[in-house]
Nanobody, 111 residues
Framework: QVQLVESGGGLVHAGGSLTLSCAASGSSVIGYGMYWYRQAPGKERELLAS???????NYADSVKGRFTISRDNAKNTLYLQMNSLKPEDTAVYYC?????WGRGTQVTVSS
């Protein structure tokens, strides 16, 4: 059974950048679509980006042009490059593969 562990979160000033990673273990990610979500305090979990098994990405309007999703199947890892970060990007960020979720990584953007 696959397990997912996110990393790369932290505190950054507005306008800064972070790259999140989601490392999968226990099973290969090949053949699966993968997803990034976030959840801010008091808000519902929001789908940010997806990437299919062929590497084709899709983005929510809220992050289009600022965030880039990518995957490295050889490393069994999903990435989210986040640029031009805003205070409203502050949230816990989660990755998902099929029905499995990671535990999340906190991103805090200061103004």
């Amino acid at each position: 059974q696959v397990q997912l562990v996110e990393s790369g979160g932290g505190l950054v000033h507005a306008g800064g950048s972070l790259t999140l990673s989601c490392a999968a273990s226990g099973s290969s990610v090949i053949g699966y679509g993968m997803y990034w979500y976030r959840q801010a305090p008091g808000k519902e979990r929001e789908l940010l980006a997806s990437i299919n098994s062929g590497g084709i990405p899709n983005y929510a309007d809220s992050v289009k042009g600022r965030f880039t999703i990518s995957r490295d199947n050889a490393k069994n890892t999903l990435y989210l490059q986040m640029n031009s970060l805003k205070p409203e990007d502050t949230a816990v960020y989660y990755c998902r593969l099929d029905l499995t979720w990671g535990r999340g990584t906190q991103v805090t953007v200061s103004s």
